[in-house]
């Protein structure tokens, strides 16, 4: 965990409890005491979350404040920002078309759009959809408290060089998004919001999905960013973006998941396309299907999406071959909710606990001289297999600065497996350094073991 959140966690809660909001229930379940101490960890004011198994809501709760100014309580109606988690909305709306005839995902998107510059020339539909376009991951020209029209942002992007030739990797765009609202315009003649509440909001019952709007919307959350250790109120950006169109609740959010888990039953074949990674020509598939990430944990199928905005994070977990749901939005903009959905996991799949580590470290039994390497080694053990694991070195000096950092990637760990891991460090001046190591699942995510101070240093 990095040490800002440790340095600010405590006012951010303080203030929390201050307004009387955070109070435990008499017989709170183990789930709930694990969300709200992981709250006060992260600083954050408010959440909402949807547990569903096997298509029936398990749990559905609400903690904390959606509004600290009026004392709001978060509750699973309350309607925050969902950000990137909106991308599946409009690739579900894209596969749509598709399947009407109206597109094809392997068309190329200078059949749909104008003026595209020669460099978009061979860029497909899926390509956008599965972020592997090279089309540069943000906007020239997003003005994010001005209404703009999609074709406006894409034109933007035209002079804009591409990342790589169309195909060849995986970065994540949110032009790309912007890109298939317009497909969606073009080829249907009506505005892309009102045909993504008629093509999926409609059938799956959602009954308060949106589109982010200045007007007045009954139950918003208020957003809140972490600023020099206090919280305040975030930016309120009030442009619809493609890329993050919608606001949602936790309820609402559960009617689509159980919407998509009864298509799958009526159409595996198409399902499965879905979630079907594409070919990349090192011979890697890419990391995101057709609007979701696709993606392992422990081993288990593991479909995703997070989104971020000023003020709101939020995450979806489904484990499909687990019939496992975890949805959570909150009102925090910096909060790891992602790593928080997949502990909460583990409560309900006894397979998908995270691991747990037991640590030590083997320094040099005196002072090491500045300008020469010194080894810092980690004794580890993992308490279950741990696939893919990031170890992350992190030394601080006696004035609370981060001097040093050094990432091991791809970890595998088998259960009860000891070993020992080296670092190389070489100081640079004479001081006192401490030593953190925190260990990770892939992609940092989640958190499996934090050891702070678990070493001194003194270099001459």
């Given at each position: 965990m990095p040490r800002s959140w440790r340095t600010i966690r405590k006012s951010v809660w303080a203030l929390v409890l201050a307004l009387g909001i955070a109070t435990l229930p008499a017989r709170a379940a183990p789930v709930d005491d694990y969300i709200r101490s992981e709250m006060r960890k992260m600083g954050i004011p408010g959440l909402s979350i949807v547990v569903i198994r096997d298509r029936k809501i398990v749990k559905i709760a609400g903690y904390g404040s959606a509004n600290l100014e009026t004392r709001t309580p978060a509750t699973p109606d309350s309607i925050y920002k969902i950000a990137s988690l909106s991308k599946p909305f409009i690739a579900s709306a894209i596969l749509d078309l598709a399947a009407d005839r109206k597109i094809g995902l392997d068309d190329r998107i200078s059949q749909h759009l104008t003026g595209t510059p020669d460099s978009w020339k061979d860029i497909t539909i899926?390509?956008?959809?599965?972020?592997?376009s090279g089309i540069p991951r943000d906007p020239n020209d997003y003005r994010p408290y001005q209404e703009q029209k999609p074709m406006a942002v894409i034109a933007s992007a035209y002079t804009l060089p591409l990342s790589f030739q169309p195909g060849e990797k995986f970065l994540y765009s949110n032009v790309g998004y912007y890109i298939l609202a317009q497909i969606i315009e073009n080829a249907t003649g009506a505005p892309w919001e009102g045909f993504v509440a008629a093509r999926v909001f409609k059938p799956a019952g959602l009954q308060v999905t949106r589109p982010l709007t200045a007007a007045i919307v009954p139950d918003r959350a208020a957003g809140y960013d972490q600023v020099d250790g206090r919280l305040v109120n975030a930016e309120n950006w009030i442009a619809s973006r493609p890329s993050a169109a919608f606001l949602s609740s936790v309820r609402d959010l559960a009617r689509w998941d159980i919407f998509l888990d009864e298509q799958r039953s009526r159409s595996p074949v198409f399902w499965e396309q879905t979630r079907t990674l594409p070919m990349l020509p090192n011979g890697r598939t890419g990391q995101y299907g057709l609007g979701w990430y696709v993606e392992?944990?422990?081993?288990?199928?593991r479909i995703h999406h997070?989104?971020?905005?000023?003020?709101?994070?939020?995450?979806?977990?489904r484990f499909e071959d687990d019939k496992l749901t975890i949805i959570i939005l909150t009102n925090s903009g910096q909060a790891p909710v992602e790593s928080l959905a997949l502990k909460v996991a583990g409560f309900y799949v006894p397979a998908l606990v995270a691991p747990t580590f037991n640590t030590g470290v083997n320094l040099p039994t005196s002072s090491v001289a500045s300008g020469s390497p010194v080894t810092i080694g980690f004794t580890l053990r993992a308490g279950k297999a741990a696939p893919k694991s990031v170890l992350e070195l992190e030394i601080w000096d006696s004035e609370n600065k981060a001097v040093y950092k050094q990432i091991k990637s791809g970890q595998d760990f088998a259960a009860g497996e000891d070993r020992r891991i080296d670092f190389q460090w070489t100081p640079a001046k004479p001081g006192k350094y401490w030593i953190n190591l925190g260990i990770y699942g892939p992609k940092f995510t989640p958190s499996y073991a934090w050891s702070e101070h678990i070493g001194t240093l003194t270099v001459n």
């Open positions: 899926r390509q956008v959809l599965t972020h592997t392992t944990y422990l081993g288990h199928a997070d989104g971020q905005y000023p003020g709101f994070r939020s995450t979806w977990e």
